[in-house]
């Protein structure tokens, strides 16, 4: 006959064991949160089985009640691990309901019939009965486990409950000899061993489970990182053939940028060889026509440079910055429109004694002129045009001011890109491109182009440098002195 405290001791360590094993599972696999129910629930049998070891000859009704109680909570516990494991409704509040009325009758039946172990052995068998059944209607419903998997689990549950059935039958038939609560004797190994053998099939079969969950988990992200690894390749190969594309657009820009800097240096040559031609045969011309021939060829001799800096793709223009006296500068703006029309209009305030300017003369005086331009152009033929040049702490301020039309405030964010014009302005005035090429040269130099209303209508239009030697503290504005 096997021993009933043998059968015990083995079921306590299967049991520990297989709870401290679901444990270390669940610390090591968090996200799968059905873990830590099937190591509280193997581990509320282990405490249950070592209630049941230490009982003694006489042990009081409360203890039978809750090492059994014990050991039912533990079967609850892996059948909902199970349902969530299975992501399956986990019938929580049927489970515990159940748990509650065996509960109620074990109390009743240690009070009433102390002795009689058959009628608690009839209430264990049919809650597990409802208990198996319940985890056997979960697996026949899964169809994330593979299906031989899920029948052998069954089969686990299935031999329990015939187990169950079978050992209840055998009480009723042949009862024990009336002797107190302490009832439990060798003759119950059997049922204790097969108990133990169960319990270690179903951790067998749930490991399995698990296992096979995590593998298929690590097949699929394999998948996906194969896949984001075929888009990010595909994505590399559209890349490259973008840049290649851009490449080739970009060496055909150049060359068609060169092509065109060489036919603009065609008739700029003509131009200037008319106006020359024209300065040596016309000796008698008027000074006003002979300031306006020297104003052509200032614009040629500008524009040339301009197109050798930025056209031709020589490495020998580019940005040429150099100490630059403010009023020489004024000077020079005076001239061009002097010579070309529009200096009658213009206003200039002489430069605060001391202000210096560090930046490329032609590319300055250009982004200037180009603002004037704007300025003469969308003003009223009578009105003036400011220019004054500031120095507030550590910039220089070059200020346009006009009286025009002025600046809707839904197109300011967007006046100074190309091609870009004022909804207010008239069709054919202008292209757009004057501003953008003012910032553009004007960003060589590190500074912008910022716009402004002006009180009273008008537009400010102010160029912004870094000064060389800016004063700690801001000036005190005064009232230009036009001229």
């Known amino acids: 006959m096997l021993d009933l405290r043998t059968i015990f001791a083995l079921g306590v360590t299967t049991a520990a064991l297989e709870g401290v094993t679901w444990l270390l599972f669940w610390i090591a696999w968090r996200r799968l949160d059905a873990l830590k ?33 014990l050991i039912k909570l533990g079967l609850v516990l892996i059948a909902i691990g199970l349902s969530r494991f299975l992501e399956q409704p986990p019938r929580t509040k049927l489970m515990f309901g159940m748990v509650a009325a065996l509960l109620l009758a074990w109390i009743a039946s240690v009070q009433l019939a102390p002795s009689n172990v058959s009628v608690r052995f009839l209430l264990s068998a049919m809650f597990t009965l ?21 029948w052998v689990m069954i089969a686990v549950l299935v031999y329990y409950m015939v187990i169950s059935v079978v050992a209840t039958i055998l009480e009723f038939r042949a009862p024990p000899d009336p002797g107190g609560l302490a009832l439990l004797g060798d003759r119950h190994a059997w049922y204790l061993l097969q108990g133990n053998i169960v319990l270690t099939g179903m951790f067998a079969s749930l490991i399995l489970m698990v296992s096979w969950r995590l593998s298929a988990d690590l097949r699929a992200n394999n998948a996906a990182l194969l896949d984001e690894i075929e888009q990010r390749r595909r994505l590399e190969r ?38 020359e031609m024209i300065g040596l045969a016309g000796r008698g011309i008027d000074p006003d026509a002979r300031d306006r021939l020297t104003g ?52 200039v305030c002489p430069a605060e004694v001391g202000t210096e300017l560090r930046a490329d003369a032609d590319m300055l005086l250009t982004a200037i002129i180009n603002l004037i331009d704007n300025a003469l152009k969308y003003a009223p033929p009578d009105s003036p045009v400011e220019l004054a040049i500031l120095a507030d702490r550590d910039t220089a301020i070059i200020r346009v ?32 491109m004057g501003l953008y090429a003012a910032r553009r040269l004007v960003s060589y130099h590190g500074g912008e182009v910022v716009l402004a209303p002006r009180p ?5 239009a102010e160029i912004r440098l870094p000064s060389t030697n800016a004063s700690p503290e801001p000036r005190e504005q005064k009232e230009p002195e036009w001229h």
């Open 37 to 69: 129910y099937f190591a509280a629930g193997f581990s509320t049998m282990s405490i249950a089985l070592v209630l049941m070891t230490l009982r003694g000859s006489e042990v009081p009704a409360w203890w039978i009640v809750i090492d059994n109680l």
């Open 238 to 275: 559209e890349l490259s053939a973008s840049l290649d594309t851009e490449r080739q657009l970009r060496e055909e820009q150049a060359d068609f940028t060169r092509l065109v800097s060489h036919e603009f240096r065609t008739p700029l040559a003509t131009i200037r060889n008319a106006t």
């Open 401 to 432: 001011s006009d009286r025009g039309i002025g600046i809707p405030d839904a197109d300011r964010t967007r006046i100074g890109r190309r091609f870009v014009r004022a909804s207010n302005t008239t069709p054919g005035t202008g292209t757009g």
């Open 296 to 347: 052509i060829s200032q614009s040629l001799d500008r524009l040339s440079a301009l197109i050798d800096r930025f056209l031709s793709g020589s490495d020998e223009g580019g940005f040429h910055p150099e100490p630059l006296p403010p009023d020489d500068l004024l000077a020079d703006v005076m001239l061009h429109f002097d010579m070309v029309g529009g200096g009658d209009r213009l206003r």
């Open 130 to 150: 409802g208990m198996m059944s319940l985890m056997s209607l979960s697996l026949a419903r899964d169809r994330s486990m593979p299906r031989m998997l899920r």
């Open 456 to 460: 009273g209508g008008g537009t400010i």
